[in-house]
């Protein structure tokens, strides 16, 4: 038997990998989530089953009010450890709090499994920009007893004309917001203070951008050119 080479093994595993199952809708959530175990399960147990180990090696980096955490995974050969293949640049954010950390490096990992075995997921439906909405009869409640409060329906003419935005127009649309912002904040420390709660307004599409390393380095080179042109206006 002709011993597998790791590109072969990882073909392997790529063509035997199951269809990871999405979760269940929750109320309130237009979508169903992908969850982190589910795509880790079904990648662990195709990589074991072709002799492959991943290890992954974690940088975190601070950013205005989140964390933003890269894994880069490594996929070893088993009978040959000096074989290996690296997954760079799957990436993740969390808040700034005990759970941010653990949630940031669950999320860049789903993603470098995602990438290392493109695992079918029908993922284009996860950010729910396409997915179609979760709806529950106005007569119901909740399980626990909470009612559900239900916003007015839009009328059909605007549901018609209301675009759907790809992760770059939705980065413009927010480079646009910090050059306006800027324009009216007499100090980089006003600035932030102006934007706060533009983020807390803009927070689903700044967390589908921070998804893109390409779009987010985009934003990250527009934020820092305008603090130094707020900088300098007061000089």
Same mark, same amino acid.
């Given at each position: %038997?002709?011993?597998?080479?790791i590109?072969?093994k990882l073909?392997?595993?790529?063509?035997?990998?199951?269809?990871?199952k999405?979760?269940?809708? #929750?109320?309130? %959530?237009?979508?169903?989530?992908?969850l982190?175990?589910?795509?880790? #399960?079904?990648?662990?147990?195709?990589?074991?089953?072709?002799?492959?180990?991943?290890?992954?090696?974690?940088?975190?980096?601070?950013?205005?009010n989140f964390?933003?955490?890269n894994?880069? %995974?490594?996929?070893v050969?088993?009978?040959?450890?000096?074989? @290996?293949i690296?997954?760079?640049?799957?990436?993740? @954010?969390?808040?700034?709090?005990?759970?941010g950390?653990?949630?940031?490096?669950?999320?860049?990992? #789903?993603?470098? @499994?995602?990438?290392a075995?493109?695992?079918?997921?029908?993922?284009?439906?996860?950010?729910?920009?396409?997915?179609?909405?979760?709806t529950?009869?106005?007569?119901k409640? @909740?399980?626990?007893?909470?009612?559900?409060?239900y916003?007015?329906?839009?009328?059909?003419?605007? #549901?018609k004309?209301k675009?759907?935005l790809?992760?770059?127009?939705?980065?413009?649309?927010?480079?646009?917001?910090?050059?306006?912002t800027?324009?009216?904040?007499?100090?980089?420390?006003?600035?932030?203070?102006?934007?706060?709660?533009?983020?807390?307004?803009?927070?689903?599409?700044?967390?589908?951008?921070?998804t893109d390393?390409?779009?987010?380095?985009?934003?990250?080179?527009?934020?820092?050119?305008?603090?130094k042109?707020?900088?300098?206006?007061?000089?």
């Amino acid at each position: %038997m002709i011993e597998k080479n790791i590109y072969q093994k990882l073909k392997s595993a790529c063509e035997e990998a199951g269809y990871v199952k999405k979760g269940e809708k #929750k109320a309130g %959530m237009p979508f169903n989530p992908l969850l982190a175990d589910d795509v880790k #399960k079904v990648a662990m147990e195709s990589l074991l089953k072709n002799g492959l180990y991943p290890v992954c090696n974690y940088t975190t980096e601070i950013k205005e009010n989140f964390l933003m955490i890269n894994c880069d %995974m490594k996929i070893v050969n088993v009978d040959k450890p000096n074989e @290996f293949i690296e997954i760079n640049g799957s990436s993740g @954010f969390g808040k700034l709090d005990k759970y941010g950390t653990g949630n940031g490096m669950t999320y860049a990992q #789903k993603y470098a @499994f995602l990438s290392a075995l493109n695992l079918k997921t029908g993922i284009i439906d996860e950010d729910g920009y396409n997915a179609k909405p979760f709806t529950i009869s106005k007569d119901k409640t @909740f399980e626990n007893g909470h009612k559900v409060n239900y916003p007015k329906d839009e009328p059909e003419e605007e #549901k018609k004309i209301k675009p759907k935005l790809s992760i770059e127009q939705m980065a413009n649309d927010w480079i646009d917001v910090l050059k306006k912002t800027a324009t009216h904040s007499v100090s980089v420390g006003k600035f932030e203070q102006n934007l706060n709660p533009l983020r807390k307004e803009y927070i689903n599409e700044l967390q589908t951008i921070y998804t893109d390393l390409i779009q987010q380095q985009r934003i990250d080179t527009a934020y820092i050119s305008l603090q130094k042109q707020i900088t300098n206006r007061k000089k």
